[in-house]
């Protein structure tokens, strides 16, 4: 049995100080919990330098995407970590799916314009990583077995006593802007609930896109963001050139720990008040909300039949149910699915039958997926896709990337959306749609 080396390093709850001595490198990839602010994320995980690299090209379904995924997985080789060490990544993959990615799964149309030209997904393979785990307060460095004894060295020599270099500051050129007046957005959602009406679906998940240009340095901007809106499903990957995706997602997609998966669905969401009395009543009306309940449920329901087609049968059950989770700006309804992963299924097998995320589709998923493509003027590209880690044990931990913005060819790119079902008021949903990132935009305005 393989087993990772692993090399002790002072505890930082703030993983900034460690991913800045890597920032520019290529690959450079972060998973963040939020700590200490945030509250429910228990890893950071960081790396760079990956022995190999995978883009969806053209060409690629999804099946022979991942069967490259798996390739090089099998490649790198099992490797365990040491006894009494509990980590999430014994080296395997760090990336994304962009929402996007869904089409190499699905028979889905191609209406929606393509502008931003992001690859729909991109994988690096590392045989190191950082890991920082809050529940037990350390900080550790952990090889593959695969790496050379020299880069161990040389990684364990700059996190000791390396310097990062000073981070230029970000700025916008000019404030954002919505891609579509308040007239087209209503006239989408007439458009959704004249499909709901007749039949075709029962929620679409319908989004808008802010842009703004923007010049300096995406890691500035990532930490001026982390500090304003702190999530336990955070992520920072450099992307070439310079661009980057910034992700301050507070929803898990789906995780794989020794066989057991669990998703944990967002529906539902009220703003944070004014004074602790306001705020109080928001959550007491969120909780309370017999519309969001359903809406919830409804999504539940999907994951339910998505997990089943992976897991035992049997074994999926709904934990949590309408649960309230708080974050700077919003309050929000989470529910939990479970499952026991089936013996000959793995985790890309899972990815394969839940993709993308059921929250942020609507429901049926394929009928709503199309409605989107048609309604929604651009593609999502990072939006409502994921953010994952995927090692060689099968472990498996992934976001879902809302609360994300996409640094490219000199733009910045967020997205806000929601829920919308048969009695949605098109002015409420709008200013949902801006409340969920109206602090991401803001922050990054007054730098």
């Known amino acids: 049995m393989s087993l990772c080396r692993v090399h002790s390093l002072p505890y930082r709850p703030d993983p900034a100080s460690y991913f800045a001595l890597v920032r520019h490198a290529p690959g450079a990839v972060l998973l963040d919990a939020g700590r200490p602010q945030a509250e429910r994320g228990r890893y950071d995980l960081l790396s760079a330098w990956p022995l190999a690299t995978y883009a969806a090209e053209a060409h690629d379904s999804g099946k022979r995407f991942f069967q490259r995924l ?155 963001l982390r500090a304003a809106c702190p999530t336990p499903f955070a992520g920072f990957q450099a992307l070439e050139g310079g661009d980057a995706i910034l992700s301050l997602s507070p929803e898990r997609f789906l995780q794989v720990s020794q066989g057991r998966v669990e998703t944990r669905p967002i529906k539902g969401t009220r703003p944070r008040g004014a004074s602790s009395a306001d705020d109080q009543a928001n959550a007491d009306e969120l909780v309370g909300s017999a519309k969001d309940r359903a809406e919830n449920l409804m999504i ?99 976001s879902i990337a809302i609360r994300s913005l996409l640094i490219k060819d000199g733009t910045v790119s967020c997205w806000g959306g929601g829920g919308i079902v048969a009695d949605s008021d098109w002015q409420a949903e709008y200013q949902e749609s801006i409340t969920k990132v109206k602090v991401l935009l803001q922050t990054l305005e007054a730098l």
């Open 300 to 398: 539940v329901d999907l994951l339910r039949n998505d997990l089943g087609r992976s897991c035992k049968t049997g074994s999926v059950r709904v934990p949590e149910l309408f649960a309230l989770e708080s974050y700077p700006n919003v309050h929000h309804l989470v529910s939990a699915v479970t499952g026991e992963l089936a013996e000959d299924h793995d985790a890309l097998d899972l990815i394969a039958g839940s993709f993308p995320g059921g929250s942020i589709t609507g429901a049926p998923k394929i009928r709503a997926m199309q409605i989107i493509d048609e309604l929604e003027p651009t593609r999502r590209a990072l939006y409502c896709g994921s953010l994952l880690y995927l090692d060689v044990r099968g472990e498996l931990d992934s």
């Open 70 to 224: 798996r390739a090089g997985l099998d490649q790198l080789g099992r490797a365990e970590a040491p006894d009494g060490c509990e980590l999430p990544f014994t080296g395997g993959l760090i990336g994304y799916l962009s929402y996007d990615f869904g089409r190499r799964l699905e028979r889905l149309p191609e209406q929606a314009a393509d502008d931003l030209q992001l690859p729909d997904a991109r994988f690096g393979l590392y045989a190191w990583a950082l890991v920082s785990d809050h529940q037990r307060q350390t900080s550790q460095l952990l090889f593959h077995p695969a790496l050379a004894d020299s880069e161990r060295e040389r990684l364990i020599q700059l996190f000791e006593a390396g310097h990062p270099a000073p981070c230029p500051p970000f700025s916008l050129r000019q404030a954002f802007r919505a891609d579509q007046s308040q007239d087209d957005y209503c006239h989408a959602i007439q458009r959704i609930q004249a499909y709901i009406q007749a039949g075709d679906c029962y929620q679409v998940n319908f989004a808008q896109r802010f842009q703004a240009p923007c010049q300096g340095d995406a890691w500035s901007a990532y930490q001026a």
